[in-house]
């Protein structure tokens, strides 16, 4: 009934609208449409130039509203990641000079030169030199900033340097693996072949490789501060991509074609907490490419901490070769059963986001 | 010289035809239905994109009331959509379908086949003097296959496991096994199927209108005295003859792969806990495949939006376009790069940085053709006598949309800069305000400047100029706080943000955009009212040349018949921008070269 009102209503007003739209018509056939042409012309004259300074001040409104919303004010939490930072200043600086100009002369011109009884349009088809003027400038402007995208881009897309910390994330629908080399700084094997053998086996690592035996698989990313992390990264099914907005930094996740990625994380999750104001701060792995249905829950989580931290976690984290074949674990089966509380229970609370 | 020769025996051979028309008893069937009058084929492409429109836009609606509040349910949505709003609450699945199919409709069915079909097909021959297009029956075709792809996309919107929802880019693996999405289902087949045939109909489209402007111009049009619209047409039908094939393949061997155990883009997969046997493809290829078509289809969109808008702001400025000869240049440039520029899409695939540094390069060297035609339409208007008809509103609207939305993409193809920025909502104000409304803007000026010819009655002014305020107030107000979401990394196609501790709080900007862009789709139902009642009701056109515009179409007849002139064709003796020139309000084409008249 309220829906069936709602809908009565916006007829109405459409209607409203309508009527007094073809009684305009009808008066300005009275009144002589030459008249009401020109008194049109005034009107939207005048409503062109107050659209460019209140879009002007809308524009300059909402940067107040947003800016401090976006990630910029808190900086980047990476040190490659303040690069683009800079970048972005750079190109907002420019381009936003050019859109203020341009804008205006459009409005102002379109205001200033509306027609006018007796005046006459000046003849102007073309000038070469102006033309060369504003093909040569923007052309320099772009140089300025390809050069510049591209030195970062080369410095970001380079070879990872060779003490960084490696980690493999590997997306399936919807969620985030990661697997950490273990001590012998290398990830085993994988064939996609050999997933669920045995069961459990999600991440179809081949098990009879011996460099996958010490490898670690978590849910959860855990990277020391102020060293160079390097992603691999995988996805099972579909592309998804990793995004990884803190840090600036997104590659996406390819099946079968595995794409790397690396960075050096700045300032600790706790840190951040400080420099964001905001307690409930997490560094947070989004997925940025239309994964399925559960694309928008894609979400992973990221702790940075310091190296010792780092280190305690690496340690307390189980080998899955040993969760999977329990007869190889070293340990006695009584003690492992134990260990595996002890760390999946602080795990939980961290998943759940306290 | 032979072309003079060509042109001579096509005006004369369309010209007899002309005649023999006249006799013709025309049913209803053959003068509305299956019509062969280049005109009335406009008119049918036109209708059939304004319905498209409807529906792309309520589905967005829809789904903006879901990013507005994801914890509201409407228990009307429930009685209209069944099972995909279970509880009046928009399912995820249903979400991403209408994503989707907004895309597929708006992109495809509304801003190419509506706006190309319509304005290609009226203005062509009109403007360079011809009785109908090269071959009326392959135009007629042109239509059918369109009309066909639409039965198909509309019916894919009814199957159980729902339509496309792996968004309009379709990439594989998503979109390759049923799998890994209910609407990679059927609903997917269907969608490429339908695809197949609006390519087809792209293809015979273009094909008619390249031959048409190469061969059948009247005498003295030469190819510098055609107006920027024809050239702006000519490029799109180039630019889409060349690369929608490119999307046919990508398109066809998607269908082996999802129908035939092909592995073209599939490798390596494990979905719903079934390991695929396919090996060896690449995800990646259908990207190129698809962008080498996408990327120059965003200006298969922009071209025709910019020459009409060119034409438009020179005639209500009374002054001739600024720089015609770098008006062209500057689309033929666009042309060019357009074809070279594709893979800044897919700067974060894991691309060969090398590689990517030539995109970043090419992509940004279209700034320059585009800052070209900015300055140059600005200077159309300096010192001009302008009017305000709605459509010179819109087409100074579109300089505005295309200056703010072209800006934004030195950001997005600096590939660094994109690493940050892709995929967010940064990319959806963007590509908005730059191809989607600024080719909107395009389309309307286009529809209310010609709209007298087409119907022989004037559209509601007052009605136009809300529309035309709603319009452009809504859209920056949708858009522009859009760029803040996606400097935020706010991801595009997310259903619901509340459980991100970093996109959470745009709560209330969402709502906002919602609201608006509910006001703004009902001004476009104002506009398509408008439309429909003035076709009969609309104030009637008395004068044959209700602009005083020089270009030909306005020395036809107020409603011309199948052939366009009752007599002969207009010869052309200048070029189509004496506008203001020796004193003279305009000059049209047809009117011979005085012999005092000075030289532009």
Same mark, same amino acid.
């Given at each position: ?8 209503? *916006? ?132 140089? #300025? ?19 960084? #910390?490696?980690?493999?994330? &590997? ?30 086996? &999600? ?34 099914? #579909? ?29 600790? &999750? ?30 992973? *989580? ?34 492992? &059963? ?17 | ?11 004369? =051979? ?13 049913? $209803? ?33 829809? /789904? ?32 991403? !379908? ?13 801003? =190419? ?32 296959? /369109? $009309? ?13 496991? %729902? ?12 979109? !390759? ?29 273009? @094909? ?35 690369? /929608? ?47 080498? @078509? ?43 790069? !357009? ?68 800006? =934004? ?6 590939? !660094? ?56 107030? %809504? ?27 970093? $996109? ?34 609309? +104030? ?14 306005? =020395?036809?007849?107020? +409603? ?41």
């Amino acid at each position: 009934m309220k829906d069936l009102f709602l809908v009565a209503i *916006v007829v109405m007003i459409f209607v409203v609208i309508f009527q007094i739209a073809k009684a305009s018509e009808y008066v300005s056939v009275l009144k002589g449409e030459e008249k009401t042409r020109k008194q049109n012309n005034k009107i939207n004259g005048f409503l062109l130039i107050c659209f460019l300074i209140l879009g002007l001040i809308g524009a300059w409104y909402c940067n107040e509203l947003y800016y401090g919303k976006t990630l910029f004010p808190q900086g980047a939490a990476s040190v490659e990641g303040e690069k683009i930072d800079l970048m972005l200043y750079i190109t907002i600086g420019v381009t936003g000079t050019v859109f203020v100009i341009t804008q205006i002369l459009l409005f102002w011109f379109a205001f200033k030169y509306q027609e006018q009884e007796g005046k006459k349009a000046f003849y102007f088809p073309h000038n070469n030199k102006l033309e060369l003027l504003w093909t040569t400038v923007p052309a320099i402007f772009l140089t #300025v900033l390809v050069v510049f995208g591209l030195k970062y881009w080369f410095k970001m897309t380079s070879d990872a340097p060779r003490d960084a #910390v490696v980690v493999e994330i &590997t997306g399936h629908q919807f969620a985030w693996d990661m697997r950490y080399p273990g001590k012998d700084g290398k990830l085993g094997k994988k064939n996609y072949k050999l997933y669920n053998t045995p069961s459990g086996n &999600t991440l179809a690592v081949d098990f009879e490789d011996p460099e996958s035996w010490d490898d670690l698989h978590t849910t959860e990313m855990h990277l020391p501060v102020g060293k160079p992390v390097k992603l691999v990264i995988n996805a099972m099914d #579909v592309i998804h991509d990793v995004g990884l907005s803190h840090f600036r930094m997104k590659m996406d996740a390819v099946p079968g074609i595995p794409t790397t990625m690396w960075f050096t994380p700045k300032y600790t &999750t706790e840190e951040m907490k400080a420099r964001t104001g905001n307690p409930n701060f997490v560094y947070e792995i989004s997925c940025d490419q239309m994964c399925g249905k559960g694309h928008f829950s894609m979400r992973g *989580v990221i702790v940075v901490e310091s190296e010792a931290d780092y280190n305690k976690w690496l340690a307390s984290q189980k080998p899955e070769y040993y969760t999977l074949y329990p007869e190889k674990d070293p340990a006695k089966p009584i003690q492992a &059963t134990d260990t595996t509380k002890a760390v999946t229970a602080p795990m939980a609370q961290v998943m759940s986001g306290k | 010289m032979s072309t003079t020769t060509l042109q001579e025996t096509a005006h004369h =051979t369309s010209h007899g035809e002309a005649h023999g028309e006249q006799h013709h008893h025309e049913t $209803f069937i053959t003068k509305y239905v299956f019509s062969q009058d280049h005109k009335t084929i406009a008119k049918q492409f036109l209708v059939t994109g304004i319905i498209w429109a409807i529906i792309g836009g309520l589905f967005s609606v829809i /789904f903006r009331l879901q990013l507005a509040d994801p914890t509201a349910t409407y228990p009307w949505l429930e009685d209209l959509l069944g099972h995909w709003a279970q509880g009046g609450k928009l399912q995820p699945e249903f979400y991403y !379908a209408l994503v989707t199919m907004h895309g597929t409709i708006l992109v495809f069915f509304v801003l =190419t086949a509506g706006l190309s079909g319509t304005f290609a097909n009226f203005l062509i021959p009109l403007q360079i003097g011809a009785r109908d297009m090269a071959s009326p029956m392959l135009n007629m075709l042109s239509y059918w296959f /369109f $009309f066909l792809a639409s039965i198909i996309m509309m019916s894919s919107l009814f199957v159980q496991t %729902g339509p496309a929802s792996g968004g309009w880019t379709i990439y594989p693996p998503l979109s !390759a096994l049923g799998d890994a999405s209910a609407g990679s289902k059927i609903g997917m087949d269907l969608w490429l199927v339908s695809m197949a045939m609006f390519i087809v109909s792209s293809l015979l489209g273009g @094909l008619n209108y390249i031959t048409t402007i190469l061969n059948m111009r009247t005498k003295g049009m030469s190819m510098t005295r055609m107006p920027l619209t024809i050239w702006a047409l000519f490029f799109t039908a180039v630019l889409g003859v060349l690369s /929608f094939p490119v999307l046919l393949s990508g398109a066809i061997l998607l269908l082996f792969d999802r129908n035939l155990g092909t592995s073209f883009y599939l490798s390596d997969i494990v979905v719903a806990g079934k390991i695929l046997p396919n090996e060896g493809g690449s995800a990646i290829l259908f990207q190129h495949l698809f962008w080498f @078509l996408g990327h120059p289809e965003v200006y298969i969109i922009l071209l025709p939006a910019m020459g009409m808008s060119s034409e438009i702001l020179s005639i209500n400025s009374r002054k001739p376009i600024f720089g015609y000869m770098a008006m062209v240049g500057s689309l033929f440039a666009i042309t060019i790069l !357009a074809f070279l520029v594709w893979a800044h899409h897919m700067f974060v695939t894991g691309l060969n940085p090398f590689l990517g540094s030539v995109f970043v390069l090419l992509t940004l060297l279209i700034a320059v053709p585009s800052a070209i035609k900015v300055f140059n339409w600005l200077t159309t208007l300096w010192r001009g006598n302008i009017r305000f008809t709605p459509a010179m509103m819109f087409a100074i609207g579109f300089v505005s949309l295309f200056i703010s939305g072209g800006l =934004t993409g030195i950001f997005l193809g600096n590939s !660094a800069l994109d690493i940050h920025l892709h995929d967010t909502y940064f990319v959806i104000a963007h590509f908005h305000i730059v191809m989607g409304v600024a080719s909107f803007f395009g389309m309307f000026a286009g529809v209310y400047h010609w709209y007298p010819k087409m119907f022989g009655r004037y559209l509601n002014n007052t009605l136009a100029y809300i529309h035309f305020w709603v319009t452009i107030i %809504g859209a920056y107000l949708i858009f522009w706080p859009m760029h803040y979401e996606g400097l935020a990394g706010m991801p595009r196609r997310y259903y619901d943000f509340s459980n991100w501790e970093s $996109f959470k709080n745009f709560g209330g900007l969402n709502q906002f955009i919602s609201m608006i862009a509910l006001l703004v789709f009902a001004v476009q139902l104002l506009f398509v009212f408008n439309f429909f009642y003035s076709i009969w009701k609309g +104030r009637k056109v008395t004068n044959q040349n209700p602009w005083n515009a020089n270009t030909l179409e306005w =020395t036809t007849p107020i +409603r011309p018949g199948h052939g366009n002139w009752p007599g002969d064709i207009p010869e052309v003796h200048r070029w189509p921008y004496d506008y203001s020139k020796d004193g003279k309000d305009f000059i049209a084409q047809d009117v011979p070269v005085g012999a005092d008249e000075s030289k532009h």
